[in-house]
């Protein structure tokens, strides 16, 4: 008889669970499902948003050298999150970089000196890099990027509070002292009045004075044809500027030494030529 109650105790030692299975199994039931939902979207999140610094490697076929000045630049791919892709451009101290997206990706920015930055402000000249990335998944991004002079830009905001003409020509400093094309034309006609006829000349461009159509001779047709008019009165009838380049249209009455008088209607086109600091006239047609 005492051997089959040992022999039940001893089962019971072998059926029993351990104690901290039952620990477990008590303190498993005070985590509640909110709490759970809590813990569950609090990593969600994490996993969603971007690293303080890029993790992973960035392969160097994936880098894109760039010109990146004011004008915006547009670029667009597709990333996955185990993946970067890298833009490369040359940058100046005092440029400030600005780069928008409506995609869901991260942007980094590293300095010439490889140190991230998080400011748009470059402080320093050389390469910098633009790293892109995706929190999660993979999708497709179009970010747009140009560099800024700080220093034009805070003097283009000044006077624009003035007058608009003044900020024109502060965004484009180098036309400042630009003078006009129209000024040109009328320094020709006045060397050729004047029978200034090598001054008049000079205001041709090289592949007009070479132009075989317009003077078979060169400067000997030029001044063959010139010497043939006594004086000129010129109206200008309109103008069309660009940057480069230029057209004025003059309505003209020549008094020619003959007795004649003639009239024409004449289109310029004007280049200008940075080296020289000038207009030349590099086209001329009757209309």
């Not at 809590?38 to 880098?63: E, F, R, T, W």
């Not at 006077?159 to 036309?175: E, G, N």
Request: glycine share 4%.
């Amino acid at each position: 008889m005492s051997v089959h109650h040992n022999y039940q105790f001893h089962n019971q030692l072998i059926l029993m669970p351990p104690l901290w299975v039952i620990l477990l199994i008590i303190g498993g039931c005070h985590v509640t499902p909110q709490t759970s939902l809590q813990a569950v979207s609090k990593q969600i999140n994490q996993a969603k948003s971007c690293s303080d610094k890029p993790i992973g490697y960035l392969d160097s076929k994936n880098v894109k050298p760039l010109q990146i000045s004011s004008k915006t630049v547009t670029e667009t791919g597709q990333i996955r999150a185990d993946q970067y892709l890298a833009y490369t451009f040359e940058a100046k101290s005092g440029q400030k970089l600005s780069y928008q997206t409506n995609d869901n990706i991260c942007v980094w920015v590293y300095a010439p000196d490889n140190q991230l930055i998080t400011t748009k402000d470059l402080s320093q000249s050389g390469k910098y890099i633009i790293q892109v990335s995706t929190p999660q998944g993979s999708t497709t991004f179009s970010l747009a990027m140009n560099l800024q002079n700080m220093a034009a830009e805070s003097a283009s905001s000044d006077s624009a509070k003035s007058l608009s003409s003044i900020s024109d020509s502060a965004s484009r400093p180098t036309q400042v002292d630009r003078p006009s094309p129209e000024k040109l034309i009328d320094t020709y006609y006045t060397n050729i009045n004047s029978h200034n006829y090598q001054d008049a000349w000079s205001s041709l461009t090289l592949e007009l004075q070479s132009n075989k159509e317009a003077h078979p001779n060169g400067y000997s047709s030029y001044l063959e044809w010139w010497q043939q008019v006594n004086s000129i009165d010129t109206q200008q009838v309109g103008t069309n500027n660009n940057r480069d380049t230029s057209t004025v249209t003059i309505k003209c009455k020549y008094h020619m030494k003959s007795g004649k008088i003639l009239y024409a209607t004449i289109k310029y086109y004007l280049t200008w030529r940075e080296a020289k600091n000038t207009w030349q006239i590099n086209n001329v047609k009757r209309i």
